[in-house]
T-cell receptor
Framework: AQKVTQAQTEISVVEKEDVTLDCVYE???????LFWYKQPPSGELVFLIR??????QNEISGRYSWNFQKSTSSFNFTITASQVVDSAVYFC???????????????FGKGTKLSVIP | DGGITQSPKYLFRKEGQNVTLSCEQN?????MYWYRQDPGQGLRLIYY???????QKGDIAEGYSVSREKKESFPLTVTSAQKNPTAFYLC???????????????FGPGTRLTVL
């Protein structure tokens, strides 16, 4: 069975600080996909990134960067120079290439609530 | 603009009543999903559908029902059999291109259901 753990329930940082959100996953598959979503106070989940298990290159998009390490089963997310608009709940999720009756199912972590204080 | 719409945004229901949540997408996606979110929790899958007139149970399907008569629409009915229906409900869709877990799911704005 697949599992995603986000150990940090809540994080508070002062604006312009860097912050890293941790995500650790468990899966028995060799092919799988990892996702990060942002949920602002409005409630809608906003897709941020998808990585497949064969691509361990780190990715940078503006102030966002992702560090994927298969050796530690981690897919961490860093926000550089945080801003108040980054305040949200961030979810890490995992999908296996094929999981039988649960095909296409995303398994979510419980989320990390980030508060950026001005 | 392409996207996913859910209505209503807030819904109040008396105990013992069935209620239907709407989800429509104009992204031409094949697959649609319903998730439930409780405070401080991640999302849990209720039902999903990969094609019209077909759907599968997720982890917490008891007390819920769905239909998929049109590609664009995937309504969720919360029945009186659902013991604790107060929650935030999110609908999602994905293109189901290459298939399997590689498809990115895109979410609607959600419906907050409160049972009085």
């Amino acid at each position: 069975a697949q599992k995603v753990t986000q150990a940090q329930t809540e994080i508070s940082v002062v604006e312009k600080e860097d912050v890293t959100l941790d995500c650790v996953y468990e899966t028995r598959d060799t092919t799988y996909y990892l996702f990060w979503y942002k949920q602002p106070p409005s409630g809608e989940l906003v897709f941020l990134i998808r990585r497949n298990s064969f691509d361990e290159q780190n990715e940078i998009s503006g102030r966002y960067s992702w560090n994927f390490q298969k050796s530690t089963s981690s897919f961490n997310f860093t926000i550089t120079a945080s801003q108040v608009v980054d305040s949200a709940v961030y979810f890490c999720a995992l999908s296996e290439a094929y999981s039988g009756a649960g095909s296409y199912q995303l398994t979510f972590g419980k989320g990390t609530k980030l508060s950026v204080i001005p | 603009d392409g996207g996913i719409t859910q209505s209503p945004k807030y819904l109040f229901r008396k105990e013992g009543q069935n209620v239907t949540l709407s989800c429509e997408q104009n992204l031409n996606h094949d697959a649609m999903y319903w998730y439930r979110q409780d405070p401080g929790q991640g999302l849990r899958l209720i039902y999903y559908s990969q094609i019209v007139n077909d759907f599968q149970k997720g982890d917490i399907a008891e007390g819920y029902s769905v239909s998929r008569e049109k590609k664009e629409s995937f309504p969720l009915t919360v029945t009186s059999a659902q013991k604790n229906p107060t929650a935030f409900y999110l609908c999602a869709s994905s293109p189901l291109g290459s298939g399997g877990g590689s498809d990115t799911q895109y979410f609607g704005p959600g419906t907050r259901l409160t049972v009085l």
